[in-house]
């Protein structure tokens, strides 16, 4: 992802961290249907797409076109009808319901509306996803050093609930970061927010990608955000419309003329 200036979150790797390699995707003829009362709904259609390790990749087209069922069908949260998802070598749709749980415990999530636990503190919030585990580090120390990077480390023992929705987002991010994902799947991670505190957690999204190195999937409706990454995939009634490249020095221009986005 293009970084876009100065950010006043501390360097995410000063806590030691070495980079993630990121995980290629690769979907074969993804089709998934869903029942809306007596009518099949297609969400997908006969989607086939690569997407290379590190890559970033917007994911944009109009409400219903099928984004967040795509990344929801990457991160093994939703099964597709037919066809093959493949994950860092991993058969996704093929998992068992354990094995799929394991799975998405290694792909960081962040949704528009941040999916925290609201009573607890932003460190707790940050730490949830470890506590399955078994692991070989202090599950608090890794939480904290994430605050820090996000910014928010003088904010750690603060209720979710008093937090403004900025520096929610935030505490999202760095909780999806805390197993190390290979792939981060970010679903309209601004859409919830004011445009400067958008872009405040989009420059963030940049920085973690560009500093760990995973592959990050975006779903957007807005062009700006998309422009920020490397690829972008426009999606309409559940197929590939348009995948290409953004190269241009004026992608927000480019983006308004291939996708119609404002
Ligand atoms: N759980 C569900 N049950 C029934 N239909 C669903 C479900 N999830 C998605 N759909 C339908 O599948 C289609 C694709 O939905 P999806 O949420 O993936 O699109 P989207 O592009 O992410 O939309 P938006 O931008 O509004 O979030 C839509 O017609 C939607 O109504």
Known sequence: MRRQGPS???DVRSGGHDRFPGAPISLNDVTRFYRQGGAQVPALVDVTLDVRAGETVAVVGPSGS?????????GGIDRPDSGTVMVGGTRVEQL????????????G??????HLLPQL???DNVVVPLMPI?????????????????????RASARVADLSGGEQQRVAIARALVARPKLLLADEPT?????????EVLDLLAQVQADYGMTLVLATHEAAVAAQCS??????DGTVVADHALWDPQPDETLRRATGLG
């Open 8 to 10: 006043d979150a501390a």
């Open 66 to 74: 099928g984004k967040s069922t795509l990344l929801h069908v990457i």
């Open 96 to 107: 068992s319901r354990r094995a799929a749980a394991a799975f998405r415990r290694g792909v």
């Open 109 to 114: 999530f962040v949704f528009q509306h941040y």
């Open 121 to 123: 503190s932003a460190l």
């Open 134 to 154: 078994q692991v070989r580090f202090d599950r608090h120390e890794r939480a904290r050093e994430l605050l820090d990077a996000v910014g928010l480390g003088d």
């Open 191 to 199: 859409g919830a927010l004011d445009s400067r505190t958008g872009d």
């Open 231 to 236: 690829r972008l995939i426009s999606l309409r």
